[in-house]
């Protein structure tokens, strides 16, 4: 067995063996603290303006490096060199400096802990990684204070790359010959690094909380990116093991990926679109390259992000028309800001909310600000002359929101066309399905709008009133909870008998056990992670409808959790042996001990 397991996020898929190598920037976090003389301290504001000054020299050079593949992404190392000169984080450490008397290294992270402390008291998890970034450009500064050099570039040999954490300027450089995977402490799903990462498909496992304190520099690894899994020192059983699979997943993958532009069709006939979700433009590539028939789900909150002014209705419409002229014909669903209160406190100020998730969020935030909430469906109207657009309003609780969020829309089209600026007035208008007073009156909404799209994530969450982030309740996140599948059946239902589309937006789209039942209800469209597409519409091209019907009408005649799950786990694990091998499911929860 091997000396020692460790477990983080895996954000690119893979399995590698090799050696490990740290490339060690955890002793910027040792930082020398020092109170100085009025005389030294011009000294100190020189050496940290210098030190912007040749961070933004070296990010700027990578840029210019950038390779061709990785171009599509020059946005993430943007993004960075915008903190870099965004005047509040050098303002703040000079600042710091002249006012505290204290060295530039101190001032500086002085100057990130107040960044970084306004970003943790936010609750959404996306919003909270946005400040890894600040985080990251700082550290760049840091190694310009200590003198360092680029370490990424010293690397000689294949190994298995190991560090505190990973600027996107680091993984644009690595050189992928060298690199046979990464592992970090720090990092999440929705990092620019997994981004990148999954570009370069280089197998990567994020926010291994203890790897410095169990792996060395030159000892073997396996990092399992498949389940998330370092083992530090492996058996040769485990070696032999992990050998075998890894030339399996090559081998799967391969195959997949030469039938993943093929139609999402059953063997006898069934056509349910599969589509892909997005939150940055630059992930459009990997929508493409994994066969995704479109966008399903475009979370336009990014724009608004890393920025001191609300994006403008013409920034906007360039965005969004480039998305649509890059997938055209295909279609691109742009769902309206799902931002609450305390995501947006460099515009409004924070509003006290004892429960945010439950507060003014999503449409109800956008109906209360309605300039921001018309300035982004000017902007879509717009760019909906130039492709396939469709506009969707999230978090629906009632036909009152539904009838307000129209009346909006009619609002821009009226401006936009006394204004004589070209728009489509006739894209196609749908509603997130992701709360259970939507599934409850799901008839009447089906009757003002286009198509329905059923996000999961929340719909799960507020049906069985659990947070999946909870550890102490997270196995209670079931998926296949008679309440959830008779839910989602009950909104594909009256989808149909409106004769509107209904497709599903949120986790279980890919998850493979879930996938015949959803099928078995005649769902039109899926959408999911890129990465997740081909092997989805493999799963998808080797069932038939009978089949998952078959299994639908069983589950739904079951009154337990636990039922469901036998059920789906045995005939899946019959029928796709191979492909549960790679996969992990939402099915797979286990109940954490209380201590």
Request: aromatic fraction near 6%.
């Amino acid at each position: 067995m091997a000396k020692h397991i460790l477990r983080g996020i895996a954000i690119s898929v893979g399995i590698s063996i090799g050696k490990a190598f740290f490339l060690n920037r955890s002793h910027y976090r040792i930082l020398p603290r020092q109170t100085l003389s009025q005389a030294a301290l011009p000294h100190e504001e020189a050496r940290l303006e210098n030190a912007f000054r040749d961070a933004d020299s070296e990010l700027s050079a990578i840029r210019e490096r950038m390779p061709a593949e990785l171009r599509d992404h020059v946005m993430i190392i943007d993004s960075h060199l915008m903190i870099l000169r965004d005047p509040k984080l050098a303002g703040k450490a000079i600042g710091h400096v002249k006012e505290l008397g204290i060295n530039a290294e101190w001032a500086l992270e002085k100057a990130v802990a107040e960044i970084e402390e306004a970003f943790n008291a936010l609750d959404d998890p996306y919003f909270r990684e946005r400040v890894q970034d600040v985080r990251l450009v700082a550290e760049r500064v840091m190694a310009k204070l200590a003198g360092d050099t680029e370490e990424m570039r010293a690397i000689e040999s294949r190994v298995v790359l190991m560090a505190y954490d990973l600027t996107p300027a680091d993984t644009v450089e690595m050189e992928t010959s060298k690199i046979m995977s990464f592992v970090t402490v720090q990092g999440g799903k929705t990092s620019h690094t997994g981004i990148l990462a999954r570009s370069l498909a280089i197998p990567a496992v994020v926010g291994v909380t203890e790897l410095e304190d169990y792996v060395s520099d030159g000892q073997l690894v396996i990092v399992d990116a498949l389940k998330g899994i370092i083992l530090v020192e492996p058996s040769e059983e485990e070696l032999a093991r992990y050998s075998d699979l890894k030339y399996k997943f090559e081998d799967y993958q391969a195959q997949i990926f030469r039938t993943c532009h093929l139609p999402g069709e059953t063997i006898d006939g069934y056509r349910v679109k599969v589509l892909a979700n997005i939150e940055r433009f630059e992930e459009v590539t990997s929508a493409i390259d994994n066969g995704g028939e479109g966008i399903g789900l475009y979370r336009t909150e990014y724009s608004y992000l890393n920025r001191k002014t609300l994006p403008t209705e013409d920034e906007l419409y360039e965005e969004y028309k480039d998305l649509a002229a890059i997938m055209s014909p295909k279609r691109v669903v742009l769902r309206t800001l799902d931002l609450g209160a305390d995501k947006f406190m460099a515009h409004f100020g924070t509003l006290e909310e004892q429960n945010p998730a439950m507060g003014l969020r999503a449409i109800r935030f956008c109906l209360r600000h309605t300039d921001l909430f018309r300035t982004q469906m000017r902007a879509i109207l717009r760019a909906a002359t130039t492709g396939n657009i469709a506009i969707m309003f999230p978090m629906i609780s009632s036909l009152s929101e539904v009838r307000q969020a129209m009346h909006q829309l009619r609002q821009c089209v009226a401006s936009l066309r006394k204004d004589g600026i070209a728009h489509n007035a006739d894209l196609p208008i749908g509603i997130m399905i992701e709360l259970p007073s939507a599934i409850m009156i799901a008839e009447v909404l089906a009757r003002e709008v286009d198509f329905f799209s059923i996000g999961t994530n929340d719909l799960i969450q507020y049906t069985l009133g659990i947070d999946r982030t909870n550890r102490y309740v997270s196995h209670l996140y079931q998926p296949l909870h008679p309440s959830i599948v008779r839910s989602i059946k009950h909104a594909v239902d009256a989808a149909h008998q409106a004769g509107i589309e209904v497709s599903l937006c949120g986790e279980m789209a890919s998850d493979p056990y879930c996938i015949p039942i959803l099928l078995g209800m005649q769902i039109d469209t899926i959408s999911l992670n890129p990465q997740a597409i081909p092997g989805i519409k493999r799963i998808i091209r080797q069932t038939t409808m009978e089949e998952c019907k078959s299994l639908l009408r069983q589950v739904l005649q079951s009154t337990a959790v636990s039922t469901s799950n036998h059920l789906v786990q045995n005939r899946i694990f019959q029928r796709f042996p191979e492909e549960l091998t790679f996969f992990s499911s939402l099915l797979d929860t286990e109940e954490v001990p209380l201590s």
